[in-house]
């Protein structure tokens, strides 16, 4: 039986924290106190103009293959997952291979499924090394959202920050992914979105995120404590048997439900919202090396990472470390 595990973990958050009270120095009209208590955040990175996903993807990725012991070019599958790549085309998964100096052909491409897109690009390279096509892929949640917010609009803009996190996943004997489930409901996607897009060399509709913010909250919390609980009952565990939650971190207030959906306890979930805001794919990647580095996280640990994010798309995986 071949089973995909994590082999190594890095993340990157760009220049120096900005705080709430930066954020109102900046002239939003808003207050540290307003941010924390409605969601948790006091800090956010945020990318000097000119980084781009890629560029943040490119450090993490780095960080991640010096602790799995890899050489760049033994990596067979890129993944990014991302919703601000650096163009339309070609894909930042390409534009990372190149940044990484990887000229061994391998495949390479991005995944768009917004806040949840880690666990889609986790899924999916989950699905190649055990099909036994591939050994050794490169994962890696990387946003720029900064550049769709709208800063004049304090309902959205200081939700969100840009970071990068990756792992290496690698072919092995013993599990690695015991479980995992992807979901999907386009009948949502009006809630939270960037209606915006691309005709004649001219930027048709709004280009900036746009969020129905407690529709948002409710869809969230019922569909993270429902996935959480797919991948427990597929992977034939024990709820007990979880070390550690790993959600997206869109806001603690969604976090500390969904924990209590699942029965556990705030000490055995990771939560880094509050220094890193919103970094929609790159929130849980940045989470797990996060836990990982400070020594939370453990070799042998059991991990359910779940994820939810405009589409509305969401889901879950149940590993171990
Ligand atoms: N600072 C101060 N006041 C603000 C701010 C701000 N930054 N933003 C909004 N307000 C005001 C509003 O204008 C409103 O004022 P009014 O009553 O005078 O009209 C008041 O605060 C309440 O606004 P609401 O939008 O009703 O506030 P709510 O309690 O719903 O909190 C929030 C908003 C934090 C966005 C909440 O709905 C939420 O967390 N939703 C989840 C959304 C989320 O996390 N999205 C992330 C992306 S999705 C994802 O990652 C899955």
């Not at 190149?98 to 061994?104: A, E, Q, V």
Request: net charge negative; charged share 20%; glycine share 10%.
């Amino acid at each position: 039986m071949i089973y995909a595990r994590i082999a190594g973990t890095g993340s990157y958050l760009p220049g120096s924290p900005v705080s709430n009270d930066d954020l109102v120095a900046r002239g939003i009209d808003t207050s540290d106190e307003w941010i924390a208590a409605r969601t948790g955040i006091r800090t956010r990175y945020l990318a000097e103009t000119g980084v781009t996903s890629s560029d943040l993807a490119r450090i993490a990725a780095e960080r991640a293959l010096e602790v799995a012991g890899k050489h760049a070019d033994e990596v067979d599958l890129i993944i990014v997952a991302t919703s601000t790549p650096d163009f339309i085309f070609p894909s930042t998964a390409t534009l990372l291979q190149s940044k990484l100096g990887i000229t061994n052909g391998c495949a390479a491409f991005d995944v768009q499924a917004v806040c949840s897109g880690f666990i889609y690009a986790l899924t999916i390279a989950d699905k190649f090394i055990r099909s036994g096509s591939h050994k050794c892929a490169l994962v890696v949640g990387a946003e720029v959202f900064s550049r769709i917010l709208d800063w004049s609009d304090r309902g959205t803009c200081v939700l969100f920050g840009d970071g990068a996190g990756a792992v290496v996943l690698e072919a092995a004997e013993q599990p690695g992914i015991l479980a995992s489930s992807l979901q999907a409901d386009g009948s949502h996607s009006p809630i939270l979105c960037v209606p915006g897009n691309i005709a004649g060399g001219q930027v048709t509709g709004d280009p900036f995120l746009r969020m129905d913010g407690q529709a948002v909250f409710k869809f969230a919390v019922r569909v993270l404590g429902e996935v959480a609980h797919r991948v427990i009952e597929e992977a034939g565990v024990s709820a007990d048997s979880i070390d550690w939650l790993i959600p997206h971190q869109a806001n603690i207030r969604i976090i500390q439900a969904t924990a209590k959906r699942l029965g556990l306890s705030m000490d055995k979930v990771v939560a880094t919202v509050d220094q890193h805001g919103n970094t929609s794919a790159a929130s849980i990647p940045l989470a797990l090396d996060t836990a990982v580095r400070d020594g939370r996280v453990k070799r042998g640990h059991r991990l359910v990472l779940e994820g939810v994010g405009g589409g509305f798309t969401w889901g879950a995986a149940l590993l171990d470390f």
